[in-house]
């Protein structure tokens, strides 16, 4: 089973929801935050900038509407997602976490993520 971290915005490529690191940076340049959240997600942030590869396919046009899932094997990354939650939610960005066994089309593949085509029209519910 797949697992995507996602917020209520719409990501204008993929027409899906938005990924929780781009909501994470919005949030850390907000300012809203106490120095300790501002600290403890400027570290979550440059966690997943030095372990998790953005892939370079996702900026040609025809992957646009591709979305990224983690594997089960990604378990530290899970992990600091929930904590990312944790952070975001008090802060009005609604978490929703998605799980599926069909992302779509893989288009890219590494340890801990698979980068998926969705199939045309699936919509994924939070669980």
Same mark, same amino acid.
């Given at each position: 089973?797949?697992?995507?971290?996602? $917020?209520? =915005? /719409? !990501?204008? !490529?993929?027409?899906?929801?938005?990924?929780?690191?781009?909501?994470?940076?919005?949030?850390? !340049?907000?300012?809203?935050?106490?120095?300790?959240?501002?600290?403890?997600?400027?570290?979550? $942030?440059?966690?997943?900038?030095?372990?998790?590869?953005?892939?370079?396919?996702?900026?040609?046009?025809?992957?646009?509407?591709?979305?990224?899932?983690?594997?089960?094997?990604?378990?530290?990354?899970?992990?600091?997602?929930?904590?990312?939650?944790?952070?975001? =939610?008090?802060?009005?960005?609604?978490?929703?976490?998605?799980? /599926?066994?069909?992302?779509?089309?893989?288009?890219?593949? !590494?340890?801990?993520?698979?980068?998926?085509?969705?199939?045309?029209?699936?919509?994924?519910?939070?669980?």
């Amino acid at each position: 089973m797949y697992i995507r971290f996602t $917020i209520l =915005d /719409t !990501d204008p !490529d993929s027409g899906h929801a938005s990924g929780v690191l781009i909501a994470a940076s919005n949030l850390r !340049d907000e300012g809203a935050l106490s120095p300790t959240e501002h600290e403890s997600l400027k570290a979550a $942030i440059a966690w997943f900038n030095e372990h998790l590869p953005v892939p370079a396919l996702l900026q040609q046009p025809g992957n646009r509407r591709a979305i990224s899932w983690f594997k089960p094997a990604a378990a530290e990354a899970i992990r600091r997602m929930w904590q990312l939650k944790s952070l975001l =939610d008090p802060h009005g960005y609604h978490v929703e976490v998605l799980r /599926t066994a069909l992302p779509g089309m893989v288009i890219y593949e !590494d340890e801990w993520q698979v980068v998926a085509q969705p199939a045309n029209g699936r919509r994924f519910q939070a669980t």
